[in-house]
């Protein structure tokens, strides 16, 4: 049976081990505030905080380049790392089928 990690919100099926904790800050839109994720490196950790901030802004300034190109991360230790960042939108599409021929848009009448 699953269940959900209290500390971290992963998913538990067992044996569950939470991913080490980073800090992150994205200087254009924070100014000096730090955010937590948790990630298993500082690589993973600006991924992570990039994609939190802008699912979490619902703005989305860093898919749409809005000059947002720098998260600063820190590990437990104190260790920093910069990246530059970058993200692409992933397109979705759906099918219906189409049972009726009256539904169907490129269907040619037929006169009879």
């Known amino acids: 049976m699953s269940s959900r990690c209290e500390t971290c919100g992963g998913w538990s099926f067992g044996g569950h081990k939470c991913d080490p904790l980073f ?46 190109n720098v998260v600063r991360v820190r590990d437990a230790e104190g260790v920093e790392k910069r990246f530059s960042i970058v993200a692409e939108p992933v397109p979705t599409y759906y099918a219906t089928e189409i049972i009726d021929s009256a539904d169907d848009p490129t269907a040619e009448e037929v006169e009879g």
């Open 23 to 68: 800090t992150y800050n994205i200087p254009e839109m924070m100014d000096d505030e730090w955010r937590e994720t948790r990630a298993l490196s500082h690589v993973d950790a600006a991924e992570n905080a990039c994609e939190e901030n802008d699912r979490g802004s619902g703005e989305y300034s860093i898919m749409r380049y809005e000059g947002i």
